[in-house]
């Protein structure tokens, strides 16, 4: 299997020849929220945002390498805040870790605690400090190590490495066989969801549709147990998904996208007497000038292309939604749609 025929990243235009290996694109860290991840795992907007501007970039070239203490090819990380004002980051799986200040990683209700310990211990903050730091970056590189060893810091290139079969191919042309979206929900006839996948990318071959996900999501956790005790640990999870649909069991296709913004302004009265008179309270005549304050913006959307599937191995009636990034395509989705159509039919 040729090179060309391995998973691209979303940039849709690879650079690729003859001799090159796998390349992917170097993702920045995508980012969940406590609470959001708690619903599915959708990531933030501007994760979202700041994912799909680098997948524009060239690609560069996936390795993997080793450290100088001989440690399995790990992940890069590279943190995002929370909106919540947290770090939970989440990273395609691409090279040796460049592991986030622990005191960076830490959840909000961590944060809050460790915000407090130069009031609560102003004599002996500075050495407090240093021992969370210290105990926390070695708690850090312990579950990261762990994880990684459980996990094998796979690739994509890995996860595709002999998994193609002998006469599958993917698609020449990149706009047509990849898209990239924030999460996978498994729908039943009542339309509840009975399985969710993280974010990831659909890879279109000449047989199947496969659904695709290496990512690894690190987060740091600072707690005070009594005015002279506290625990400082970190947590370092991952998840690979390959997820395969053979375009047989593929039956229609949809795709929706609805899109909401709005914008308002206040407009106030400011007081002073525009005339001479007698009245001491607050009328229409007091005005001499109305102001309209900041716009307040909003926008709300819906994207996801559905799918309706005989789900293996056993067949249930099943769609498959995948809810597409903010911001995306609409050129790229619509040429993906395209391509499965037209093996579809």
């Given at each position: 299997?040729?090179?060309?025929?391995?998973?691209?990243?979303?940039?849709?235009?690879?650079?690729?020849?003859?001799?090159?290996?796998?390349?992917?694109?170097?993702?920045?860290?995508?980012?969940?929220?406590?609470?959001?991840?708690?619903?599915?795992?959708?990531?933030?907007?501007?994760?979202?945002?700041?994912?799909?501007?680098?997948?524009?970039?060239?690609?560069?070239?996936?390795?993997?390498?080793?450290?100088?203490?001989?440690?399995?090819?790990?992940?890069?990380?590279?943190?995002?805040?929370?909106?919540?004002?947290?770090?939970?980051?989440v990273n395609v799986v691409t090279?040796?870790?460049?592991?986030?200040?622990?005191?960076?990683?830490?959840?909000?209700?961590?944060?809050?605690?460790?915000?407090?310990?130069?009031?609560?211990?102003?004599?002996?903050?500075?050495?407090?400090?240093?021992?969370?730091?210290?105990?926390?970056?070695?708690?850090?590189?312990?579950?990261?190590?762990?994880?990684?060893?459980?996990?094998?810091?796979?690739?994509?290139?890995?996860?595709?490495?002999?998994?193609?079969?002998?006469?599958?191919?993917?698609?020449?042309?990149?706009?047509?066989?990849?898209?990239?979206?924030?999460?996978?929900?498994?729908?039943?006839?009542?339309?509840?969801?009975?399985?969710?996948?993280?974010?990831?990318?659909?890879?279109?071959?000449?047989?199947?549709?496969?659904?695709?996900?290496?990512i690894s999501n690190q987060s740091?956790?600072?707690?005070?147990?009594?005015?002279?005790?506290?625990?400082?640990?970190?947590?370092?999870?991952?998840?690979?998904?390959?997820?395969?649909?053979?375009?047989?069991?593929?039956?229609?296709?949809?795709?929706?996208?609805?899109?909401?913004?709005?914008?308002?302004?206040?407009?106030?009265?400011?007081?002073g007497c525009m005339k001479d008179?007698?009245?001491?309270?607050?009328?229409?005549?007091?005005?001499?000038?109305?102001?309209?304050?900041?716009?307040?913006?909003?926008?709300?959307?819906?994207?996801?292309?559905?799918?309706?599937?005989?789900?293996?191995?056993?067949?249930?009636?099943?769609?498959?939604?995948?809810?597409?990034?903010?911001?995306?395509?609409?050129?790229?989705?619509?040429?993906?749609?395209?391509?499965?159509?037209?093996?579809?039919?």
């Amino acid at each position: 299997m040729a090179s060309d025929d391995l998973l691209t990243p979303s940039s849709y235009e690879p650079t690729l020849n003859d001799d090159a290996q796998p390349r992917f694109a170097d993702f920045p860290a995508l980012t969940y929220s406590s609470q959001e991840r708690d619903r599915g795992g959708s990531t933030s907007d501007a994760s979202m945002r700041a994912y799909l501007a680098a997948a524009a970039k060239e690609p560069q070239r996936s390795e993997r390498t080793e450290s100088t203490r001989g440690r399995a090819p790990t992940v890069e990380m590279r943190p995002i805040a929370s909106p919540t004002g947290g770090s939970h980051v989440v990273n395609v799986v691409t090279r040796q870790p460049q592991l986030i200040p622990i005191q960076n990683s830490f959840d909000p209700t961590s944060m809050s605690t460790y915000s407090l310990i130069n009031q609560q211990h102003p004599g002996t903050a500075t050495e407090l400090n240093s021992v969370i730091i210290s105990a926390g970056s070695a708690a850090q590189r312990s579950a990261t190590q762990q994880n990684l060893q459980s996990q094998g810091g796979i690739t994509y290139a890995d996860m595709l490495h002999g998994l193609l079969m002998d006469d599958e191919n993917t698609l020449p042309n990149p706009e047509s066989k990849l898209l990239v979206y924030s999460k996978v929900q498994l729908l039943n006839l009542e339309g509840t969801a009975t399985r969710t996948l993280p974010v990831g990318q659909a890879l279109l071959t000449s047989k199947r549709l496969l659904l695709l996900s290496c990512i690894s999501n690190q987060s740091g956790f600072f707690d005070q147990k009594t005015p002279l005790t506290y625990t400082v640990g970190s947590k370092s999870e991952s998840a690979t998904v390959y997820l395969p649909i053979p375009l047989d069991n593929i039956k229609s296709l949809e795709m929706v996208t609805n899109s909401l913004s709005t914008a308002e302004a206040d407009i106030r009265g400011m007081e002073g007497c525009m005339k001479d008179c007698s009245c001491c309270c607050c009328c229409w005549c007091c005005l001499t000038k109305w102001v309209a304050a900041p716009l307040r913006t909003d926008q709300s959307a819906t994207r996801y292309v559905r799918l309706g599937v005989l789900m293996p191995p056993w067949e249930e009636k099943t769609t498959v939604e995948l809810q597409l990034p903010n911001p995306f395509s609409l050129k790229k989705t619509t040429n993906f749609l395209s391509s499965l159509q037209h093996l579809l039919n």
